[in-house]
């Protein structure tokens, strides 16, 4: 199976239809609003937000849990580690371990507060094809250099997953397996060392395509932006949501 780019980006729904300039704004300001979270009653607030979003955005539930499954055991063992070296109030002890009450509410409020924030985040990455992200960035006035340094590295990642994928059959058809410890970390480097003269052969190819049609280093801006009143509406509800959120955690004893 081929990885695709822009797999849902054309899904006629709500957040599709939002302006990519004022999605960018408003999501990302409603992610630096989740940042300020660390009251465990506003947890299920932001995490019926971010439900709701990945719900009228249409995004398939069981494309971005499998986004998800990368993630969380990271966060499993960010909450692991801070409930086990915070100190304070001890909920549990079994000989040399201790779960202390304080580092497992850090630690939930965090685990909880990024799944939210990287679920808003795959809404805005998923919801406008990647070239229009680009765009609207250069249009909000990010460096164009810094642009299209993003979009180039994340073009190219999947150009090279897919060399990877390539060989990995390859080496199955020919009776490759892990059973040598040894003798597939030399397998592995080989596969690694081969993958980066690829890339880099490759890369020199793109480049000089790219000069020849007339490359400067910019992404081209070949489409005009044009917000309607239901963009503005989108993005004053999302600010109200951000300034609801920053308030309650400021007044909440």
Same mark, same amino acid.
Do not use: N, R
């Given at each position: 199976m081929h990885i695709e780019l822009d797999k849902y980006a054309h899904i006629n729904s709500h957040v599709h239809h939002w302006d990519t300039r004022f999605k960018i704004v408003s999501l990302v300001g409603l992610i630096v609003g989740f940042s300020f979270i660390n009251k465990i009653v506003l947890l299920p607030f @932001?995490?019926? +937000? !971010? %439900?709701?979003?990945?719900?009228? !955005?249409r995004l398939p539930a069981r494309y971005l849990m499998k986004r998800l499954e990368y993630i969380i055991?990271? #966060? %499993?063992? /960010?909450?692991?580690l =801070? !409930? @086990?070296?915070?100190?304070?109030?001890?909920?549990?002890? %079994?000989?040399?371990?201790k779960v202390y009450k304080e580092g497992l509410i850090i630690g939930s409020v965090i685990f909880i507060r990024s799944i939210a924030s990287i679920l @808003?985040?795959?809404? =805005?990455?998923? $919801?406008?094809?990647? #070239? *229009? $992200?680009?765009? &609207? =960035? *250069? &249009?909000?006035? +990010?460096?164009?250099? #810094? $642009?299209?340094?993003?979009?180039?590295?994340y073009r190219y990642i999947y150009v090279y997953l897919e060399e990877l994928r390539k060989m990995k059959i390859a080496l199955r058809l020919r009776g490759y397996n892990n059973n040598s410890v040894l003798h597939s970390l030399r397998t592995n !480097? /080989? @596969? +690694?060392?081969?993958?980066l003269l690829r890339s880099l052969e490759q890369a020199e190819r793109i480049c000089t395509a790219m000069v020849l049609r007339g490359y400067s280093g910019n992404v081209q801006e070949s489409s005009r932006f044009s917000a309607r009143a239901s963009d503005y509406v989108k993005s004053l509800i999302t600010l109200v949501i951000i300034l609801v959120i920053i308030i309650i955690q400021k007044t909440m004893p």
């Open positions: @932001i995490l019926i +937000i !971010s %439900f709701l979003l990945v719900y009228f !955005s055991p990271f #966060l %499993f063992l /960010a909450v692991f =801070l !409930s @086990i070296t915070s100190g304070g109030e001890i909920l549990y002890s %079994f000989k040399i371990l @808003i985040f795959f809404v =805005l990455l998923e $919801t406008s094809p990647f #070239l *229009q $992200t680009m765009k &609207a =960035l *250069q &249009a909000l006035k +990010i460096p164009s250099k #810094l $642009t299209g340094l993003v979009f180039f590295t !480097s /080989a @596969i +690694i060392g081969s993958l």
